[in-house]
């Protein structure tokens, strides 16, 4: 399974279709049993470590590492300040990862065995930071981690709210007056989702993003993410931030017809493009340069296709 999967739970665990119509409390009461049902299959399962590749890179390319401490998680990130009198901080923030081995196995550790945020933060001069997810980069033993917060509560308030906490921190210590968000498939979803509770945030470029949680869920045939916040479903408490939603046209995992079905629906907006001949991953740090230098427009935009 690729970047930002979901899986699906045992059916002799999962939960009924009735349980899925009730509050979204009674399915996280589900999920929790789905983890006792499944018992240690989910720790034991093993893999190649992923959490040493973005430490490596982030030394090689001379990022500042760091481990912070938000309102429930700790949180590795890097930073890149540049030139901290440019007054805007820009955040990138990574998808999902590998949160799952295969449909029914619970990965150890979710880390992305490819950095592509990290790396796209490489071809960036102005003051940037790698926001890290709670449990990932080697932070999955964690007291408070479990592989809920990976697999059904990916894009719960917990995290979230945690990840906003070290976002203002961050920004604090940048002396940042404006925020530019960067986010990939499952981290695009936080981006969009962080938008709404930092003000500072003026703007958000999405790839690959993960803007309808439950018309993914469906598609794929994974069980829907009980306890997530969905993108889909934001009431936003300011003006929204300035957005633009890439995607490939080859993209299998978040598609152009399902990035286009979320922002035509209103709640997101922004401006989407498909790149002719891209992947959910592949080949992004070809047009990041350009992306860099572009200014997006204010307000909703009506979907469109972009050749690279």
């Known amino acids: 399974m690729s970047e930002a999967q979901g899986g699906s739970l045992p059916l002799d665990c999962a939960p009924d279709r009735e349980v899925h119509e009730v509050a979204r409390v009674s399915r996280v009461r589900a999920a929790l049993n789905f983890l006792v049902c499944a018992g240690s299959a989910l720790w034991l399962a093993a893999c190649a470590d992923p959490a040493r590749k973005a430490p490596a890179y982030a030394q090689q390319h001379g990022f500042q590492a760091d481990v912070v401490t938000g309102s429930l998680f700790q949180h590795r990130v890097y930073r890149a300040y540049g030139d901290l009198a440019k007054g805007t901080l820009h955040v990138y923030i990574e998808g999902d990862g590998s949160p799952f081995l295969d449909r029914n196995t619970v990965a150890v550790d979710p880390t992305p065995r490819d950095p592509l945020m990290l790396r796209l933060m490489a071809l960036d001069s102005s003051p940037s930071i790698y926001l890290g997810r ?105 003006a929204p931030p300035r957005m633009m939603h890439l995607v490939g046209s080859e993209d299998r995992n978040t598609s152009p017809a399902l990035i286009q079905g979320a922002v035509s629906k209103g709640a997101v907006g922004g401006d989407v493009r498909v790149i002719e001949g891209y992947t959910h991953n592949c080949c992004w740090e070809r047009i990041w340069p350009a992306i860099l230098r572009e200014r997006l427009n204010s307000g909703p935009q009506a979907p469109q296709s972009a050749a690279d």
């Open 134 to 238: 709670p449990c990932y980069l080697g932070l999955h033993r964690d007291g408070r981690c479990n592989p809920l917060y990976w697999t059904l509560l990916r894009f719960s308030p917990d995290v979230v709210d945690s990840m906003a906490t070290v976002l203002r921190s961050e920004a604090a210590k940048a002396r940042a007056t404006s925020i530019q968000l960067y986010g990939h498939s499952g981290g695009a979803t936080l981006a969009v989702l962080l938008a709404d509770r930092v003000p500072e945030v003026n703007q958000v470029v999405t790839i690959g993003a993960n803007l309808d949680i439950d018309a993914w869920s469906a598609m794929h045939g994974y069980t829907p993410l009980a306890g997530s916040l969905d993108p889909i479903d934001i009431q936003w408490h300011r």
